[in-house]
């Protein structure tokens, strides 16, 4: 729950006075323009970023996971970084050893009862799942962190997030780096997870697929609305067009009691009805025009000269060593 929210980043006051609720369960995907505090709102959420005023309630309970944004060239092998993401799991492993180390015999018995309720026995073969869903092979698995690529890393760092048992899933972009076929494997897994899942993304369709509720960050304020990014869409025109009409249905009765008040302010008869007027265009409660924040803006610079022409291209073939894709091509760009 969020309460009264006032977040700034710098000097950028991204959100003001903003409330929002969201249930144990929902999957909830988060939009806006770049900039309006979409990650910030993830930063808050971690306790890595503290708001200037407000409330920002989680039960004290609640496991939190997000995808890290950098992996370090690390020489542990692949499944053994994921599983280290489970930190509960690694900690009942280490204190199992102690204990063994000890004979303790009590201690034993509720580590290995506590490891089997956390699902201990069965958590490589978890783990190995989420690894083949997003692109990883076994032999993939022994590997060491520092092999992988960049876009790779992520991936793991993707499966660490998922691999935790975690109460709350908060996802920023997740399918950047994905191939269709592991964008489908996510799609499925996270319709299915138990964990509440706040979701960033920009793919429309990945968004309708997976989440129930929209959350949009818009002149500083969060608002949840029902259904998927389409749903969201529609509610939004409609709103837009609904306070765009409100406002000239507005300006016009506004223009006419301007109009009413200017004719008849000096004449005697009609004095009393002018401050009438007058009075009812300060109690008036203003409506703004419908407006859509969007802070992007580019412009092409004019060039000095223009050559003539711009691109010429004679009897031009392009394409593998194997296969030709493009042959005899001729074509002329002028300014």
């Not at 900039?35 to 930063?43: P, T, V």
């Not at 269709?180 to 996270?190: G, I, K, M, P, T």
């Amino acid at each position: 729950r969020i309460s009264e929210l006032t977040l700034l980043r710098g000097t950028k006051r991204l959100l003001e006075g903003a409330n929002l609720a969201v249930h144990p369960g929902q999957r909830v995907g988060i939009v806006g323009p770049n900039g309006c505090g979409k990650s910030s709102l993830f930063a808050l959420l971690a306790n890595e970023l503290h708001a200037e005023s407000g409330n920002v309630e989680i039960p004290a309970s609640w496991h939190i996971a997000r995808v890290a944004q950098e992996t370090p060239a690390l020489p542990d092998a692949a499944i053994d970084f994921v599983l280290d993401g489970d930190t509960e799991l690694r900690r009942i492993e280490r204190e199992l050893v102690d204990a063994e180390a000890k004979g303790d015999g009590v201690a034993i018995g509720h580590l290995h009862a506590r490891y089997a309720d956390i699902g201990g026995y069965s958590a490589k073969a978890r783990v190995a799942e989420v690894l083949h869903g997003l692109g990883f092979t076994d032999a993939d698995f022994a590997r060491p962190v520092a092999d992988f690529s960049g876009g790779w890393r992520v991936r793991l760092n993707l499966a660490r997030a998922l691999s935790c048992r975690a109460d709350l899933l908060l996802l920023d972009e997740p399918t950047n780096h994905l191939d269709l076929d592991a964008v489908f494997w996510l799609e499925s897994w996270l319709k299915n997870t138990p964990a509440t899942l706040l979701l960033i993304s920009h793919d429309r369709d990945f968004l309708d697929a997976v989440v129930g509720q929209i959350i949009s960050i818009d002149l500083q304020r969060l608002s949840l609305t029902s259904g998927g990014y389409s749903d969201y869409e529609r509610a939004r025109a409609a709103r837009l067009a609904n306070q765009q009409s409100a406002f000239e249905a507005q300006q016009r009765e506004i223009a006419h009691l301007n109009s009413f008040i200017e004719r008849f302010r000096a004449k005697a008869t009609k004095a009393r009805q002018a401050q009438s007027r007058i009075k009812m265009l300060e109690r008036m409660e203003t409506v703004a025009a419908a407006h859509v924040d969007s802070p992007f803006h580019f412009n092409f610079r004019q060039p000095n000269a223009l050559p003539d022409p711009l691109l010429s291209i004679e009897k031009a073939s392009a394409g593998y060593v194997d296969r030709k894709i493009l042959d005899n091509l001729s074509m002329t760009l002028r300014p």
